[in-house]
């Protein structure tokens, strides 16, 4: 495209693409910083992923200890000046949240003061903490989406646009952008987008920060990535990995594009969306878990409980068995009995998107009617139901509840505390999946939030920030996409502005 020739339809200093959290937060600081600031977002509203999230956000109190906990999570895969920045924007966060908190007179919180709940025991663990939104007056949610009862994730939003109104940066919707526009030295000067059903190019006179999420809902983008064959997808259905294809268009290097926010859950022929399991994001070690999981060959393979629930669990089920060939974990089964329905849902319905609206009842008995957890007398006939060998399912159901028994997981190591019985009968069964959360991959950046190409320059004009291109390159941080929201959108919007240091 000859740029010279181009006659745009709208000029700002920054635009900001997309409109979740961190996308947000970047057009806030562009704008507390001298930039004239639009935002395009896809969706009809905003929150992208971040709305579904927990609303926790993790802080430290020690810089110094979050740089040695962050080195030993991200194994080797981002380097010492991004890791030293991120831990500096985790020790300022809660003082950034006070600010944006004036404009709702809302309540910031600390819970606990002291805490490290979903944090893996590295070194320099104990220095960090949850802060969230608690309290905003007068606001009871977003009628729209569905959070399984937490506000929290939704009163951050609810935040950060109204921090967005009582700045007068405008925000269109229904916008998609198609496009990143360059000069003839390669550096992003504006984007092609869709604005009211007509072609629109609007120029950024300073940068472009792209904050589109993932590559959730882009099945070939999975496929390319994920050594898992299917993963399925839960949360916002417009992250289709639109800032992956137009950052490489553009000669953007990728980084983290396996790794993903995931667990293990379920997909039904007759709904759209994946529901990921009801565990949350921290393991509680007296909690009790109704169930087991078993492979194809009806035997146990995991750990039904790791220390971040919502990170690793979908990994145990990714194995490839050369021999049959194949992947015997996909899918694997649940397996519970009738104390265990009674235990509390197995799914935790999340959704941003009206039509995906879906309540799972507390004792999973409407699931059970619905035919998605199918209901046998005997452990035999489920073995028959599930085209598994009744002998080794038995025997693996019998080991179960000896080490139930015990109190101790021989096997896989679960913690004691959350282990139950499979003995009483109806038995229950339900086919479960990989299922992803948020994908981290996307466009490398830097300390600045500058997106890289493969020889390690930053392309003119081009910024990352959220999900689209995480910090999080191996082990995820409980509520640390949240964090990053606003420690990457603080970094972008300045930068972008052209107020960041030489």
């Known amino acids: 495209m000859d740029i010279t020739k181009l006659n745009w339809d709208l000029e700002k200093d920054v635009i900001v693409v997309g409109f979740g959290a961190a996308g947000a937060v970047a057009a806030i600081n562009a704008h507390d910083h001298g930039a004239a600031t639009l935002v395009l977002e896809k969706m009809k509203h905003p929150g992208g992923s971040s709305i579904l999230a927990g609303g926790a956000m993790k802080a430290v109190h020690d810089i110094e200890k979050a740089v040695a906990y962050l080195t030993a999570t991200q194994g080797g895969r981002v380097g010492e000046k991004l890791i030293t920045t991120f831990a500096r924007g985790l020790y300022e966060l809660p003082d950034y949240l006070r600010e944006l908190a004036k404009v709702d007179h809302a309540t910031v919180a600390v819970h606990p003061p002291h805490g490290s709940a979903g944090v893996y025991p590295f070194p320099g663990a104990d220095t960090f903490f949850t802060t969230f939104i608690q309290e905003i007056p007068g606001f009871t949610g977003y009628d729209w989406c569905n959070t399984g009862g937490n506000l929290n994730g939704q009163r951050l939003i609810k935040l950060l646009v109204d921090n967005i109104e009582a700045r007068g940066i405008p925000v269109f919707y229904n916008t998609s952008v198609s496009a990143l526009i360059t000069d003839t030295e390669g550096a992003v000067v504006g984007v092609k987008a869709v604005l009211n059903e007509k072609e629109t190019f609007i120029k950024a006179r300073k940068g472009v920060i792209l904050a589109t999420g993932g590559f959730e809902f882009n099945e070939k983008l999975k496929r390319e990535y994920f050594e898992a064959i299917p993963v399925y997808s839960m949360g916002n259905p417009g992250n289709t990995g639109d800032g992956v294809l137009m950052a490489q268009k553009v000669g953007a290097a990728l980084w983290h594009m396996w790794h993903f926010h995931g667990s293990y859950g379920f997909k039904f022929p007759d709904f759209e969306p994946a529901f990921r399991n009801a565990l949350g994001g921290a393991r509680h070690e007296g909690r009790k878990v109704a169930w087991i999981l078993v492979d194809q060959l009806g035997k146990r393979f995991m750990n039904e409980y790791h220390p971040a629930p919502q990170d690793t669990m979908h990994r145990p089920l990714e194995y490839f068995d050369p021999d049959l060939p194949g992947y015997p974990r996909i899918p694997a089964i649940m397996i519970f009995d009738e104390d265990g329905r009674k235990l509390g849902r197995i799914a935790n319905p999340l959704t941003a998107y009206e039509q995906h609206k879906y309540h799972w009842s507390f004792d999973n008995s409407a699931e059970v009617e619905r035919g998605w957890i ?48 499979i003995k009483k009968p109806p038995f229950y069964a339900v086919y479960v999946w990989p299922i992803c959360t948020n994908t981290q991959g996307g466009p490398e950046h830097d300390e600045k939030q500058r997106v890289l190409d493969p020889y390690g320059n930053p392309i003119p004009g081009l910024y990352a920030v959220g999900e689209l291109g995480s910090f999080f390159g191996h082990l995820y941080l409980l509520g640390g996409n949240l964090s990053e929201c606003v420690i990457g959108g603080r970094i972008a919007g300045k930068e972008a502005a052209g107020a960041g240091a030489p």
């Open 374 to 421: 199918k209901r046998y007398d005997s452990i035999e006939a489920l073995a028959e139901g599930f085209h598994l060998d009744a002998r080794r399912l038995v025997a693996t159901i019998e080991r179960w509840n000896e080490q139930v028994g015990k109190g101790r997981d021989e096997d896989f190591g679960r913690p004691p505390g959350t282990m139950v019985p």
